[in-house]
């Protein structure tokens, strides 16, 4: 039967000394025998316990589960559990890297949009991006409710051009008018803009914000704080809360 020194079989398995040290003060890989000089020696049995154990921490298991794991007398009980444990586990952390990555992403998609930065910005673009999804939501909801209002009125056009039925062009008009109105003043009752110049944050008037030049993301605006009008950017607007007191 073969017998390891530590330094061989942290070569053997591609460890450090000190690692082999560390799980033998663990009880993790206990030395079969010691040297007349105290040298600690190792079978082959465990050799195979090495590999196990270095394999176990490859999959990201802790020291701690790999201990309980050899001292418990059924291991093989608890080993299918422990993977699962660490598998969810793995993949709770790939979500959040993945959300890392997105966020990087959509930051860097931002700057490039910026035509000056500064440290103010990266406040305007974690707010932008905060909201991202509460304004997507709100622009779907108009689209959803315009989809009935835009199929009257490609209907009426047909068959007004197909047989004369003038009149449900008129219902079209009667039912796009106050859509338009109300739709209006629920998609402006739910944005905000930000000025670049001065990073305010700003509900405009009405009649301002309707009449005013955009683009999907931005609008030419008069900014109420510092007075620069041009392009806003778009954001959603949070509901202001009322003072108790």
């Known amino acids: 039967m073969s017998k390891y020194t530590t330094g061989e079989i942290a070569k053997l398995c591609g460890v450090s000394v000190r690692t082999v040290q560390y799980y033998d003060e663990r009880n993790i890989l206990v030395p079969s025998e010691l040297s007349e000089g105290g040298r600690r020696l190792y079978s082959d049995d465990d050799l195979k316990r090495m590999h196990i154990v270095c394999f176990l921490r490859e ?19 608890i080993i299918s559990i422990l993977l699962e444990q660490q598998e969810q586990t793995l993949r709770e952390e790939r979500s959040e890297c993945q959300a890392k990555l997105d966020l ?8 490039k949009e910026l035509d000056k930065f ?11 991006m905060k909201q991202k999804n509460k304004l997507n939501k709100m622009r779907l909801t108009m689209v959803l409710t315009g989809i009935p209002v835009t199929a ?8 007004w051009i197909t047989h004369g039925f003038w009149w449900l062009f008129l219902v079209w008009a009667c039912v796009a008018l106050p859509w338009g109105i109300c739709i ?4 402006f009752h739910h944005v905000a803009y930000i000025c670049p110049e001065c990073h305010e944050v700003f509900r405009p008037k009405l009649k301002e914000a309707f009449w005013a030049y955009h683009t999907p993301k931005m609008r030419r605006l008069t900014c109420p704080a510092c007075g620069r009008r041009g392009l806003c950017v778009e954001v959603y607007a949070e509901k202001e809360k009322k003072n108790n007191g």
Not at 152 to 159: H, N, P, R
Request: hydrophobic share 40%.
């Open 184 to 187: 209006s003043k629920y998609y």
């Open 59 to 77: 999959a990201g298991l802790p020291i701690n589960s790999i201990s309980a794991l050899f001292a418990d007398e059924n291991p093989e009980s």
């Open 118 to 128: 500064s440290v103010e910005s990266i406040h305007d673009i974690a707010h932008m």
């Open 104 to 111: 990087i992403e959509g930051i860097k998609r931002e700057l």
């Open 152 to 159: 009257l009125q490609w209907t009426s056009i047909v068959l």
